[in-house]
Each structure stands twice: as C-alpha cells, then as structure tokens.
C-alpha cells in the first residue's frame, strides 16, 4: 500500500540552527512528494514538492530531495528562524486515483 | 484571486444538530477533498469527489454526507450520528493527474467545529 512515515516531534530549535524533518514513504508506481506547512489556526500552504527521483524541491532556504533508492524526503534548512514555527506535513500524491497521503505532521517550535 | 474559501470559520453546534460545512473553489479543479484534523494529529480523508454528481468516501465517512452538484462547490454535512465531531475540518482541491504534472491539493483555511 501507500504510506508516509514522518518524524516525530515536537522539535524545539534555537534560532539559525539547522533543522532537518525526515520523511520516509511506501508506494506503487512512481508517487510525487510534497512537504505542507500548517500554521496555527490555518489550512495547509504548499512549501515545496519533487515530482521524480533526483529531483529537488526548494522554497523559503528550505529542501527536499527525491531519494528512490532510500524512499526518503526529509527536509531540510540551513538556519531557521522564529517565523518557522509551524507543523510540517510530507506528503504522497499518486496519480492513479488522484489520491493523497499524509504524515502524521511535526512540530517545529524556533525560540530566539 | 484564485483559491478556496470554507465558511464559517468558527461553528458550534448543539449535540443531535446537522451542521453543514461550506466549501466553494475558483480554480476550476474537477476533485475536492474533505480531511478532518484532530488537535496534534494528521489528516483524515472523509470524502472526495472527482467529478461531479460523484463522490467516494474516505477511511472515516460515517456520520458525514456529502454532495457535488457543482464543479466549485462540495459542502459537508456533520449530522447526528457523529458521535465526536468536534474537530477542525479541511477542504482540498486539485487537478486531475492526467492534465498536470503536479497534483498538489491546495486547501482552504478551515473550519472549527465544536459540540457543545
């Protein structure tokens, strides 16, 4: 079947550390990856997504990278900052059906 | 400004009320998606439609109905026999996978839903 394996949190960073989320996924077929963000009180905003092996995601100094062969996509930023603070959803999306599939979500907390 | 747009925001309902969710898009996307979201936990998938006048339901349906008489719209009705619907709910749209490479869902803002 299909599934999303997420880190889990909460994770608390200072601020300009790096910071790291890891996603790993079961699937048939060749799925396209996404990393959501949800801040309080709000839907879910795309943040980046991949849609073949290799290929990276990349937006707001954060990165994701297609891993086939490790079935990964954690993600990744170089130096966090307070306006990170969010929940951190991977994502699966299989053409076949048009269907999604979430992680269970990370909590990041960035203290100054 | 396209998008998704859910109303009302906050809703209260009294136990053994049906309440109706709003759920109205402009992107001209032919699926919609219903998830429910628990405090501190993922999405679940209670409906979705790919068509219109067509719906499936998702892992956790039961007590919810749905309909899609029209491509923009797909509003979900909590009723009675929900025994614990106080949670926040999302609306998803996307493409259909064969008129685009990427079929990333776009979401609305929510919707609250407390029992009291």
């Known amino acids: 079947g299909n599934s999303v394996t997420q880190m889990e949190g909460p994770v608390t960073l200072s601020e300009e550390a790096f910071l790291t989320i890891n996603c790993t996924y079961t699937?048939?077929?060749?799925?396209?990856l996404f990393w959501y963000v949800q801040y309080p009180g709000e839907g879910l905003q795309l943040l980046l997504k991949a849609t073949k092996a290799d290929d990276k995601g990349s937006n707001k100094g954060f990165e994701a990278t297609y891993r086939k062969e490790t079935t990964s996509f954690h993600l990744e930023k170089g130096s966090v900052q307070v306006s990170d603070s969010a929940v951190y959803f991977c994502?699966?999306?299989?053409?076949?059906?048009?269907?999604?599939?979430f992680g269970t979500g990370t909590s990041l907390t960035v203290i100054p | 400004d396209g998008g998704i747009t859910q109303s009302p925001k906050y809703l209260f309902r009294k136990e053994g009320q049906n309440v109706t969710l709003s759920c109205e898009q402009n992107l001209n996307h032919d699926a919609m998606y219903w998830y429910r979201q628990d405090p501190g936990q993922g999405l679940r998938l209670i409906y979705y439609s790919q068509i219109v006048n067509d719906f499936q339901k998702g892992d956790i349906a039961e007590g919810y109905s749905v309909s899609r008489e029209k491509k923009e719209s797909f509003p979900l009705t909590v009723t009675s026999a929900q025994k614990n619907p106080t949670a926040f709910y999302l609306c998803?749209?996307?493409?259909?996978?064969?008129?685009?490479?990427?079929?990333?869902?776009?979401f609305g803002p929510g919707t609250r839903l407390t029992v009291l």
């Open positions: 699937a048939t077929g060749y799925p396209s």
């Open positions: 994502a699966l999306g299989k053409h076949t059906g048009n269907q999604f599939y």
């Open positions: 998803a749209s996307t493409e259909l996978a064969g008129r685009s490479s990427y079929n990333e869902q776009f």
